[in-house]
């Protein structure tokens, strides 16, 4: 478990309750990019009461020195996935009232799947927030475990049309688990 500093989590939280906030719906909100410390990002966000963070992570082989085959994913079909230079690694957590960061997987399961497509639907457009900040950053890859796999795999394959008209997603569905990824661009480019 990760601790933000106070004024760190009060900043973000700050930003998510002002007027200018993405207004996505109803009891949904999505805020800006943030950095959290050198090579750690994040795009919060809130599902009902729960504040999220998307979190992305540039790959160490950018800012340290790490052997090629270290940034290959692993196939099902026993190969190698190549990923473009600028990839992100992505995570997502919640933070708690001591502004702890706690991995989404710790959710209780019946509260991952009663908001499943809320959740989706939120961090989807946290990802386009995200995209639109860094567009050559297009890449995304994660680690999942059985109760995120589903929702993880949800944001890339029921996206609404308005979105399917501007974005394209496009899965990855033979990296080897623990490992997913997608990419994200835009068809206006």
Not at 94 to 112: S, V
Not at 134 to 162: E, G, R
Request: one cysteine or more.
């Amino acid at each position: 478990m990760r601790t933000l500093r106070a004024e760190t989590a009060n900043a973000i939280a700050s930003d998510l309750n002002r007027a200018s906030s993405r207004q996505i719906q109803g009891d949904l909100s999505t805020g800006g990019v943030y950095c959290l410390e050198r090579n750690w990002e994040c795009v919060p966000f809130t599902v009902g009461s729960r504040t999220l963070l998307l979190e992305f992570g540039t790959p160490y082989y950018l800012t340290q020195v790490q052997n090629y085959a270290d940034i290959l994913f692993r196939t099902k079909s026993g190969g190698y996935f190549v990923p473009k230079l600028e990839f992100r690694n992505i995570s997502l957590s919640y933070l708690t009232d001591d502004n702890a960061l706690t991995q989404l997987c710790m959710l209780p399961p019946a509260e991952l799947t009663a908001n499943q497509t809320a959740l989706a639907d939120a961090i989807r457009n946290a990802l386009i927030v995200y995209y639109r900040s860094y567009p050559n950053a297009n890449q995304y890859f994660y680690q999942f475990q059985a109760s995120t796999k589903v929702l993880l795999q949800k944001v890339c394959t029921d996206i609404p049309p308005a979105l399917q008209e501007r974005y394209a997603f496009e899965n990855y569905p033979d990296l080897a688990a623990p490992y997913g990824g997608f990419s994200l661009t835009s068809k206006s480019l």
